[in-house]
């Protein structure tokens, strides 16, 4: 079992930055692959990033790639996203998310979900 807190979000105007932090409690967080995931106001969940258990593979939507980074210390059991540039279209609630043994940008191959952060970005 595996618990998650995001924490990290806000409001920003367009252009700020922003760092997102999920905090991993329950064991072996190393041995899972971890993602974030994001959900707007009447729109569908949508893959944002995702990072392998040691860190060494990562994967990002089009959509964010070059604006956001994901990054993990599993000596703190937290995963993070540093989102720079953030455009109105990234408003949204921000989820982590962990997959056990798999790196994966598919949502339904996640075990555990975090309870989300709002993240607003004025224009």
């Known amino acids: 079992q595996v618990q998650l807190v995001e924490s990290g979000g806000g409001l920003v105007q367009a252009g700020g930055s922003l760092r997102l932090s999920c905090a991993a409690s329950?064991?072996?967080?190393?041995?899972?692959?971890m993602g974030w995931f994001r959900q707007a106001l009447g729109k569908e969940r949508e893959f944002v990033a995702a990072?392998?258990?040691?860190?060494?593979?990562?994967y990002y939507a089009d959509a964010v790639k070059g604006r956001f980074t994901i990054s993990r210390d599993n000596a703190k059991n937290t995963l993070y996203l540093q989102m720079n540039s953030l455009k109105p279209e990234d408003t949204a609630v921000y989820y982590c998310?962990?997959?056990?043994?798999?790196?994966?940008?598919?949502?339904?191959?996640?075990?555990?979900w975090g309870q989300g952060t709002q993240v607003t970005v004025s224009s």
């Open positions: 329950g064991r072996s967080f190393s041995a899972y692959g």
């Open positions: 998310a962990a997959a056990w043994a798999v790196t994966t940008t598919k949502d339904l191959e996640y075990n555990y």
């Open positions: 990072i392998s258990w040691n860190g060494g593979t990562t």
